[in-house]
């Protein structure tokens, strides 16, 4: 190894665009099954009610969880796409040094 980094922003930029295309994908899927997860009691009954409630309240929570991942994945390219243009201040920066002598 002889302690050179490679970096290749095209690259970096193009895995944040398909991380974002996913997060929109899922965030996507989400919006349309959130109908089919809710739960109407079968009767006016309190076991019926309960059950209802427990399954909206688990749906409620799982819909949380699949919003967290989706931010999480958009977050993720935010950061991908900072530390590129990071990089290519750096670089450009280091070979204005160069260009000084």
Do not use: C, W
């Amino acid at each position: 190894m002889n302690g050179a980094m490679e970096f290749d922003p095209i690259g970096v930029g193009m895995a944040a665009e398909r991380l974002d295309a996913l997060a929109d994908r899922l965030d996507g899927n989400l919006r349309q099954s959130s109908r089919s997860m809710t739960v109407v009691p079968a009767a006016v009954d309190e076991v019926s009610q309960r059950a209802a409630r427990t399954f909206n309240d688990v749906s409620a929570d799982y819909q949380r969880g699949y919003a967290a991942g989706v931010h999480e994945l958009r977050k993720l390219a935010a950061n991908l796409r900072s530390h590129a243009q990071t990089v290519g201040y750096s670089e450009a920066d280091n070979a204005a040094g160069f260009r000084k002598l």
